[in-house]
């Protein structure tokens, strides 16, 4: 089993799998690159979803002729309306009727997307887990698994629906803390949202999200959720509803004015207060290491505020081999001083 990025539609394999919905849509992304290149493939699935024939966990086999031979396209349901989102139940019960399809027309070889990802909104990291399970271990066949990658995020850009999102207090004040933060050299990602938002929290703005302890400090699941929302009008990167950590984010500086008009006209003079105290106590640790352990050290002491120096550098070190690796007791006694000095000046809880 290979993992490769690139065009699917362009694999030299026996069989190509579609993911597909059950309603017989095919209007965004790689199926509508499907529908374009395999008509017939397209009127058989229509059909069979207007008989009410296609079910999550049970594939869909068309044979097309192409000016390049025959091609087995397997259509592989990982939703159920177009609309909406995948699940990971719909993956499992889908790869093992792959395994059968594949064994019972003896397949060769097979390219196969990374299944619910993208438009779907899955994590890739799980359903690579879930595909290496069931798809590993089959013998006397290549398999090319395409991971999501750049050619997939440019046709998502492509196509995103530009969405009137409306801004709420939250999220303006999420895009234009990280819009001050660009302006200070560092860079918009899902690891300096979160740090923002945390300090916008604990500065006293209820933003209603739940911080747990994470690989790079305290990170809160619902801000890639708001990222996405904000994605296609005031920023891109999320076209998968997802990135890695410090995968940069393009924040659209031509919405810069409206969020800023928004934030001088619409927040009250506490919430203003509030932004500028983030930048107050990020002030020297901006840089991506600096800002974990500075969220990090107060995560810590929020939880448990009569930690000494020693015991927090201890509960660092537990966090993970990273921060084990990475982080000294010089940096904690920094951190602690800076969060002494000016956590309880700006009112931080």
């Known amino acids: 089993m290979k993992y490769i990025t690139g065009n699917m539609l362009e694999a030299e394999t026996e069989a190509l799998v579609n993911t597909v919905n059950t309603v017989g849509v095919m209007g965004k992304g790689i199926a509508l690159q499907f529908k374009e290149r395999f008509p017939v493939n397209f009127k058989i699935y229509a059909d069979a979803c207007k008989k009410g024939e296609m079910k999550v966990g049970k ?20 939703k159920t309306e177009w609309f909406k989102k995948s699940q990971y139940s719909y993956i499992e019960v889908g790869l ?26 899955l994590k890739w990291e799980k359903v690579k887990a879930m595909m290496d399970k069931y798809l590993g271990q089959l013998p006397n066949i290549a398999i090319q698994i395409y991971e999501p990658n750049e050619a997939v995020k440019e046709i998502l850009q492509k196509e995103e ?18 819009f001050k933060y660009e302006k200070l050299g560092e860079v918009a990602t899902i690891f300096s949202a979160n740090k923002l938002a945390y300090f916008l929290q604990k500065s ?17 699941q619902a801000i890639e959720k708001v ?54 106590i990020i002030d020297g640790f901006e840089t991506t290491l600096s800002l974990e352990i500075l969220s990090s050290a107060h ?19 537990d966090w993970n081999e990273r921060k084990k690796s990475l982080v000294t007791k010089e940096y904690i006694t920094i951190a602690l001083e ?4 000016y956590g ?5 809880a």
């Not at 009727?97 to 299944?115: F, G, M, N, Q």
């Not at 629906?161 to 990280?178: F, I």
């Open 59 to 78: 594939m869909l086999v068309v044979k097309e002729n192409t000016l390049n031979g025959e091609k087995l396209i397997i259509n592989f349901p990982t």
């Open 96 to 121: 093992k009727d792959l395994v059968r399809v594949i064994e019972e027309y003896k397949i060769k070889s097979i390219a196969i997307p990374p299944l619910g990802c993208g438009n779907g909104g």
């Open 161 to 178: 629906v530009k969405k009137e999102v409306g801004l709420t207090a939250p999220r303006a004040m999420l895009l234009y803390a990280l």
């Open 204 to 220: 006293g703005e209820p933003m209603r999200l739940q911080f747990v302890p994470y690989k790079y400090g305290p990170y809160a």
């Open 227 to 280: 990222l996405y929302a904000l994605n296609g009008k005031y920023l891109s990167g999320m076209e998968q509803m997802q990135a890695r950590a410090f995968e940069p984010l393009q924040l659209n500086y031509k919405k810069y004015d409206e969020v800023e008009m928004f934030v001088n006209t619409n927040l009250s003079s506490d919430q203003k207060q509030r932004l500028e105290s983030v930048f107050t």
């Open 299 to 317: 995560f810590l002491i929020s939880e448990n505020p009569s930690l000494t120096e020693d015991q927090l550098f201890e509960k660092i070190q």
């Open 338 to 341: 800076h969060l002494n000095n």
């Open 344 to 348: 309880n000046k700006l009112n931080f």
